[in-house]
């Protein structure tokens, strides 16, 4: 399988760029695309086979959840079996950005996106080409870092290429990123647990849950 790099503005994705990554998602392709921190795999959900390329190409270990970029609130209200009152409160004060928020899933989500757990890492980036590219196809997508497991995360387009030439479909090279990874914080059982602390402090997470 070769590999195909389109240059893009990150500002600004040309429509054509975004059409043409829809259409390769569509088609049960992977594509690569940049985030706040790193570049990110991205494929349908819904499509098993998709799912499997991506753990396929990453060297992943199966029985490990993928995380799902959403495109607003709406969308990943429509992705869990349970609202809370936690959830609410993180995701208006931090989306869009790095926070990944891990909630009951739907049933709608296959298993193997969740790992056999039951509970989806949502998240809601500031990065334009993946909001163009969500807004484009109307759902949302699998978003794992762009990487072979274990190795560091891509950081460029150019990288990601080098690394996962063969393995992935598309790459949208919007050049090189350079924050800090999301903060993670699960929301499932009664009390919340920080995952990883990243780009957004666990004390600025506490705060925010603590509001009256």
């Given at each position: ?87 609410y409160l993180l995701a208006r004060r931090f989306w869009p950005g790095p926070l990944t928020i891990v ?110």
């Amino acid at each position: 399988m070769a590999t195909d790099l389109i240059q893009v503005d990150p500002d600004q994705p040309r429509p054509e760029a975004i059409a043409r990554a829809g259409a390769a998602i569509r088609a049960g392709c992977i594509v690569a695309v940049p985030t706040e921190a790193l570049y990110a795999l991205v494929a349908d959900p819904f499509n098993l086979r998709a799912v499997g390329r991506v753990f396929a190409a990453k060297g992943r270990e199966e029985q490990r959840s993928l995380p799902v970029l959403v495109h607003d609130l709406f969308m990943a209200e429509d992705l869990t079996s349970e609202t809370s009152a936690r959830f609410y409160l993180l995701a208006r004060r931090f989306w869009p950005g790095p926070l990944t928020i891990v909630v009951p899933a739907a049933a709608k989500i296959p298993l193997k996106v969740t790992g056999n757990t039951g509970r989806l890492a949502l998240r809601h980036s500031r990065s334009k080409v993946a909001g163009a590219l969500l807004e484009h196809l109307g759902q949302p997508l699998i978003a794992t870092s762009a990487n072979i497991s274990g190795q560091p995360t891509c950081r460029s387009g150019i990288e990601t290429f080098a690394v996962l030439d063969g393995r992935i479909d598309l790459v949208l090279d919007a050049g090189p990123v350079s924050g800090t990874w999301a903060t993670t914080v699960d929301i499932t059982e009664p009390y919340w647990r920080l995952i990883r602390e990243g780009a957004i402090p666990e004390k600025a997470v506490a705060e925010c849950l603590t509001q009256r």
